[in-house]
């Protein structure tokens, strides 16, 4: 059976739940909690799974297999009876354009914008000593240095106004695309729509949705997923241990992030 390694708010899990809800695989779950240092239940070769000992990995037919755009196209792969890819070879590469931006830039953007409003408050009341084991092994050395940077700087931090322009950015072109398509990629829900839909929701988490409140196309696109059983089971049924914090933080983050937001 496939087993997923994942944690509830973990974006890049959240959109390979959403392909195995899709798909109606069974799956088994195991946790691990990374950000907050649970790691009991990492098998001990976990690194050989994933070299930047992160989550999600899925485990099937004895592989692991790491990076979730990569598990979304595998799964698709191993899984094909109901495919979430587009049939062209143009609409494909469409699908795979917007899935790279994630990895290209989004994702970090994401990342830097979280610990800036909110998680490095969480870091900070864990104490000095904690953040400095987290980061020792931490094996993405960007997203260290990044962390580094924006725990200790928050709002101020020199990484926060291009990681809120990557965003900007991102939903104005999927705007403009969605003006004149129900879906980012050919003529169905496909990868691309599963992989960047779990940001609307993280960016909204920080209370920033006015931000894009004139992006009808958008709106309108993620709430018809947002609208899907699958939806409910893969994000809403999981939850997230921190939204109480991230509404708090978000709230008194506003004012400066719009100002940022509109430079
Ligand atoms: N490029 C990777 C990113 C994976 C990633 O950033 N995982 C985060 C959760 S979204 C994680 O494991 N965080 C644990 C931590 O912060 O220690 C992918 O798409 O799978």
């Given at each position: 059976m496939l087993t997923l390694y994942h944690y509830d708010r973990s974006t890049a899990a959240q959109r390979v739940r959403l392909l195995i809800e899709e798909k109606q695989l069974p799956w088994k779950s195991v946790i691990v909690d990374t950000a907050r240092?649970?790691?009991?239940?990492?098998?001990?070769n976990y690194h050989e799974l994933n070299p930047k000992g992160l989550v999600p990995v899925v485990e099937n037919n004895g592989t692991g297999i790491a990076e979730s755009n990569v598990i979304l196209e595998y799964l698709d792969d191993a899984?094909?009876?109901?495919?979430?890819?587009?049939?062209s070879a143009e609409d494909r590469a469409r699908m795979r354009q917007w899935m790279k931006r994630i990895d290209d830039g989004v994702h970090v953007a994401s990342r830097t914008i979280g610990v800036c409003i909110v998680n490095r408050f969480i870091y900070l009341e864990r104490g000095e000593d904690q953040i400095k084991k987290y980061h020792a092994h931490m094996r993405d050395l960007v997203r260290r240095d990044n962390d580094q940077v924006n725990i200790s700087m928050?709002?101020?931090?020199?990484?926060l106004p291009d990681a809120l322009k990557v965003f900007r950015w991102l939903f104005e072109d999927m705007n403009a695309r969605l003006e004149n398509h129900d879906?980012?990629?050919?003529d169905a829900y496909s990868l691309a729509d599963i992989a960047l839909v779990v940001y609307l929701r993280r960016m909204e988490?920080?209370?920033?949705a006015p931000l894009w409140a004139h992006l009808d196309h958008l709106n309108d696109w993620y709430q018809r997923i947002a609208n899907r059983p699958a939806y409910h089971r893969a994000v809403e049924e999981w939850g997230d241990i921190t939204s109480a914090k991230r509404t708090e933080h978000g709230a008194g983050a506003f004012e400066t992030i719009a100002k940022l937001w509109t430079a």
């Open positions: 240092g649970d790691v009991a239940q990492l098998p001990d899984f094909p009876e109901t495919s979430f890819r587009p049939p928050g709002l101020e931090s020199p990484l879906w980012l990629a050919g988490s920080f209370m920033m």
